[in-house]
C-alpha cells in the first residue's frame, strides 16, 4: 500500500501513467465510447465517473504547458447543448493545472485521435459527450 495514491488509479493505471511520455495522451471515455475497438491500451474503470477519474489522473499527472490546448473533449454534435459535465471538467483543471486552454475536437477526428492515443480509460460516465483527451506534460 502507498499513501497520496487516489484510490481511483488502479495499480496497472498507474503503470501506464509512469510509463507516458511528454506529450503522450490519455483518453477517459464515457460509459458510450468504442473504448475496447480504439485503444492500443485498455484500462477498465467501471463504476467510476469521468470526473473521478480527471481528479485522480491530474493530482498526479501535470499537463503538457508546450501546446495550446492539453485538454480536448469530444465536441457535441449542431445544434445540441454544451454538457454540463464540461463545466466540472474546467473546475477540476483548474484546480490541479492553474487556467488551462480547453479545445473541442469533431466526434470523428476524436475517434482517430483515440486510436493513436497512448492509452484509453473506459469508465461508468452516463453523461454523453463527456469523452476527454489530456496530454501529458513534464514532471519538473
Not at 21 to 40: Q, R, Y
Amino acid at each position: 500500500m502507498l499513501k497520496g495514491i487516489p484510490a481511483e488509479l488502479s495499480p496497472e493505471l498507474l503503470k501506464i501513467l509512469c510509463e507516458m511520455g511528454h506529450g503522450d495522451e490519455i483518453v477517459l471515455g464515457d460509459g458510450n465510447f468504442p473504448a475496447a475497438s480504439n485503444a492500443k491500451r485498455l484500462v477498465r474503470a467501471d463504476g467510476l465517473g469521468v470526473p473521478q477519474m480527471l481528479a485522480a489522473i491530474l493530482k498526479l499527472m501535470p499537463l503538457d504547458t508546450y501546446v495550446d490546448s492539453p485538454v480536448m473533449l469530444m465536441a457535441t454534435g449542431a445544434g445540441e447543448e454544451t454538457p454540463a459535465i464540461w463545466a466540472d471538467y474546467e473546475r477540476i483543471v483548474e484546480e490541479n493545472n492553474g487556467k488551462t486552454d480547453i479545445s473541442q475536437i469533431e466526434r470523428f477526428a476524436f475517434y482517430e485521435r483515440a486510436r493513436n492515443a497512448y492509452a484509453v480509460v473506459a469508465t461508468g460516465e452516463t453523461a454523453i459527450y463527456a469523452n476527454i483527451i489530456l496530454k501529458k506534460g513534464v514532471v519538473k
